[in-house]
């Protein structure tokens, strides 16, 4: 198919902080499509602070580099197919990058129902609500009663944990950013209460908000935030480590020190990539999408349009901006 | 009963590294025995890296206090009974600390059967060989042919860990301090490969010794030990964290800066407390003793004599100087 794809390319990888300087809009031709392949055109994408990661060092995934298109997970439609089982109009989750178009073998397609709106299925039935279920139930296996932290509380993937943690009868503490962020959440998502990391030091705050201490933590913020709930942990505490947002821009993360307590109190730390529960996604998101409809779990995005701004909005998740998914609407 | 009760009192706790004038040689009067209590002489003593810890604060026991009589477990012999179930003569573990009599109430005490040589019922059939076996097969979940890496592995611990491994098909790499030590680990203990942390930077020699990258990781050590580790850990790795010699004599501990890779290896850690699996010791240390009747466990002891030695024994055991289990023979 003729036309231009725009897509945003990585610069260089950062060594340290992220800038708009690492990455450029391009064009490229929109690409053909090979016996086997789809053609997609990119809906929405979405920007995860693990994306960051990518830009670390091989992962689960291999290393990005520079002059690469940025890679990132979207929804996408068919919009040519020379695959068997994929029509145009079907919807799916891609690795599409930070482009517009991108022609994929299909065999590594997913398809998704079509479901208003469109970007819940890459919001709360994606990676973000995944992440927040399997992490929460399967890592940290809360019991009803127990106290759950969770941090960056306010985001995406934290405001789930809390929710889903209230539907399962436990006590839920907040960590987040900003008077305003707070009384959110105990106000409308129902947490039992909040600590404000701009205005507060967390480990004394945590002590506070949890008089019986923490049997679950859900981090994903990582280093000082980390040790300061490690030093709170009951005894066989979990500790669910599921994105380092403090970490991810420093050269030399920071890390903790309060690794004596693993001993002293049993802790057990995991950390957690959501693909290893791939079989079990259709079970969550049914419950998820029970929870959902009768107003039990509540859910915001913070979505932008045009792919030249992904860069930008990606940096400002780094700096706390989001209220809820950040997601890029590309077409 | 009259006489002496010679005993190491605590002069103050240490902030830092510890030294002799932590402690002070004392005598005291031999207690006398109440209703339901028994009167024990202590025959060894057993210096743990552990001991340390309840010195920072308060762990799964209470945290000790300046003017006390140091803690710490010892085999001992009933030499009067004033309780139901006990006669004199019988031997038992027990809380006895660093002193030479001791009164306990009975409730609290474990038979043991007399068998030779005596010491081996407070080393490897003790903690030491109890710590190993539970902290290996339970909480690392080791299978035939993964990589394990254990630290201080020439220590009581480390050198059970590494040997149950082998027993259990795993390739085995130790860390130690030296070149006899690293020798020993493979001449004689049988371990694939050794690392001496004092003649190359760990986290390159751990590299060369485990080219499929590592499995289970058997902590004794803690901080830049278990950060090297950390980094050439296999996805789905398990680090056990049983032990952090390098950390109990620092003010403030130095922890790990690598938990990005929990995230991106999906790496699980957890702390070890040995009573947690009370119930189950019968069935480890049979195990244990068919394998050391077969001559296929070895076992080393490091013996010193007399209570008043027992400060710089104790002290030692973080400079690495021992080469087995320390015990004290008391009487």
Redesign the interface.
């Given at each position: 198919m003729a036309g231009i794809n725009r897509q945003i390319q990585l610069v260089e990888l950062p060594k340290g902080k992220l800038s708009p300087t690492h990455f450029t809009l391009a064009e490229a031709p929109i690409p053909s499509v090979s016996e086997g392949e789809v053609l997609l055109k990119t809906i929405l994408i979405s920007l995860d602070a693990?994306n960051r990661?990518w830009m670390?060092?091989a992962?689960?995934r291999d290393a990005l580099e520079s002059g690469q298109v940025m890679a990132g997970g979207g929804l996408a439609e068919v919009i040519e197919s020379k695959a068997e089982g994929f029509a145009v109009g079907d919807l799916v989750f891609a690795d599409t990058g930070w482009q517009e178009y991108i022609a994929l073998p299909a065999k590594n397609l997913n398809s998704v129902p079509r479901l208003e709106p469109l970007s819940y299925l890459i919001s709360v039935y994606g990676i973000a609500g995944l992440t927040a279920y399997f992490g929460l139930l399967e890592v940290g296996q809360p019991k009803a009663g127990e106290t759950i932290v969770v941090s960056a509380a306010a985001g995406s993937v934290g405001s789930i944990v809390g929710q889903i943690a209230k539907l399962k009868g436990c006590r839920v503490v907040g960590i987040a950013g900003g008077a305003e962020k707070c009384k959110w959440l105990v106000d409308e998502l129902g947490f039992d209460a909040a600590v404000d990391y701009k205005n507060e030091p967390v480990h004394k705050a945590l002590k506070a908000a949890c008089p019986e201490g923490i049997d679950v933590y859900f981090d994903n913020v990582?280093?000082e935030m980390?040790?300061a709930a490690i030093l709170n942990m009951n005894?066989k505490g979990r500790l669910i480590?599921?994105?380092?947002v403090s970490?991810?821009n420093k050269a030399?993360?920071?890390?903790?020190?309060?690794?004596?307590?693993?001993?002293?109190?049993?802790?057990?730390?995991?950390?957690?990539?959501v693909y290893?529960y791939f079989k079990r996604f259709p079970e969550a998101q049914a419950e998820m999408a029970g929870w959902i409809s009768t107003g039990r779990l509540k859910f915001t995005e913070d979505i932008s349009e045009g792919i030249e701004g992904a860069p930008a909005a990606f940096i400002g998740l780094f700096e706390g901006e989001n209220h809820g998914r950040r997601l890029i609407k590309v077409s």
């Open positions: 693990a990661a670390q060092g992962t689960y990582g280093g980390l040790d005894e480590i599921s994105g380092a970490e991810y030399e993360p920071r890390g903790i020190r309060n690794t004596l307590n693993f001993i002293t109190h049993r802790l057990r730390m995991e950390g957690l990539v290893d």
